[in-house]
């Protein structure tokens, strides 16, 4: 198929060599005509995967009408905060048949909009033509060719397993899903709690914190995905206990990272500059605080977060406050 991938970052140069792997004509939406040099010339994007080779068939430009020209798939991989504006200067060039694909794991701040809520709105698409990827997929690995596997989720399955058997190799095996809410929080929700897990790595918290984190992290996942109309099944699958177990576990995750150097009594500008890249956690957690609040589901651990990057309180007090929470039985809704 004919597909372009908006943009030249970790995740989507990699989705893009998967693609061309997979036998698809593939280009590559770049900002920096560097980047999109190095991609056509020497089949590589030595800022964001240095040390991997790139299929010679991918191609890279700087001009997204070019990129967009006859595509059937457009894949999207910007930072959440950033889709809005961007595809409001893009869909002019996009089919009227086309197929868009989210690799994005946010929500608007904004508005609590997912990113594929973002995309039928600014595209006028309907929903049916509308997917997210989310999965356990640590780019620099799958760019390395290991084995990972993902869920593409669409709410038509159809399109669904179009895009699977466009996106299957060796090394990368999709599943496909028609649940979108859920595996959309799945991957917003668990940069949140990678954060989290950061955090008490940062204080030198053990294993059994971190366990206790990311399970009770898929429980107020959970708790959101429900009044949003997720499937809860979603959440034992890869999109849900699947990403957050690679990221929370990670040293590879940005997000994990991020909130190790909060930990460490970094301010978060300077964990920012330390990062470079994308930690989507990091804005995503006040959306989904909101989205929270406004359903009157509880998400402590996301709210400590979001007391954290806001400067509200210390890392130390984060831990202090969730361990000081009202007795509660393990199942409960609210
Ligand atoms: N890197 C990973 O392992 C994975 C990332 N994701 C998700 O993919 C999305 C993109 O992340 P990455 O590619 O990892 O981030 P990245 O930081 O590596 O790349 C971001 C890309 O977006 C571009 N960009 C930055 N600001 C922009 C703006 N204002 N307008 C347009 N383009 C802009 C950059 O030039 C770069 O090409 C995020 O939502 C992330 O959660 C999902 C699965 C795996
Ligand atoms: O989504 C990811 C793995 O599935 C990548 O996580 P980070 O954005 O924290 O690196």
Redesign the pocket.
């Known amino acids: 198929m004919r597909t372009a991938v908006l943009?030249?970052?970790?995740?989507?140069?990699?989705y893009a060599m998967v693609l061309a792997d997979a036998g698809n004509d593939v280009v590559v939406h770049?900002?920096?005509p560097e980047?999109a040099d190095a991609i056509n010339t020497r089949h590589e994007n030595p800022d964001?995967l240095p040390g991997i080779t790139l299929p010679t068939g991918l191609r890279a430009t700087t001009d997204p009408a070019a990129a967009l020209d006859g595509a059937e798939v457009v894949v999207v991989?910007?930072?959440?905060q950033?889709l809005r504006?961007?595809l409001a200067a893009w869909a002019p060039h996009f089919g009227g048949d086309t197929i868009v694909v989210s690799?994005?794991?946010?929500v608007e701040t904004t508005t609590g909009s997912r990113?594929s809520e973002v995309i039928t709105q600014e595209v006028g698409l309907s929903p049916e033509r509308v997917a997210v990827l989310?999965g356990p997929?640590?780019?620099?690995e799958?760019a390395a060719r290991q084995p990972a596997a993902s869920v593409i989720a669409c709410v038509d399955e159809k399109v669904a397993q179009q895009l699977q058997e466009a996106a299957a190799t060796p090394y990368f095996r999709p599943y496909t899903n028609t649940d979108v809410v859920g595996c959309e929080l799945g991957?917003a929700v668990k940069?949140v709690i990678a954060l989290a897990v950061g955090l008490a790595s940062g204080l030198g918290l053990g294993d059994n914190a971190t366990a206790v984190l990311m399970t009770r992290g898929l429980a107020e996942t959970a708790r959101l995905g429900q009044v949003l109309g997720a499937d809860p099944l979603t959440f034992s699958g890869l999109a849900g206990v699947g990403d957050l177990v690679a990221t929370c576990s990670s040293p590879?995750?940005?997000n994990r990272t991020f909130g190790t150097h909060l930990g460490k009594g970094l301010s978060v500008e300077e964990a920012t500059a330390q990062t470079?890249?994308?930690a989507?956690g990091v804005e995503t957690s006040t959306a989904l605080l909101a989205l929270a609040h406004r359903h009157g589901v509880e998400m402590p651990i996301t709210e400590v977060v979001v007391g954290v990057i806001e400067g509200k309180v210390t890392a130390r007090e984060a831990a202090d406050l969730l361990m000081s929470r009202a007795p509660k039985p393990e199942r409960y809704s609210s």
């Open positions: 943009s030249a970052g970790s995740w989507g140069t990699t770049a900002r920096r980047i964001y991989s910007i930072p959440a950033s504006p961007n690799l994005m794991k946010g990113m989310s997929n640590l780019a620099r799958v991957g940069n590879l995750s940005r470079r890249q994308t989507e």
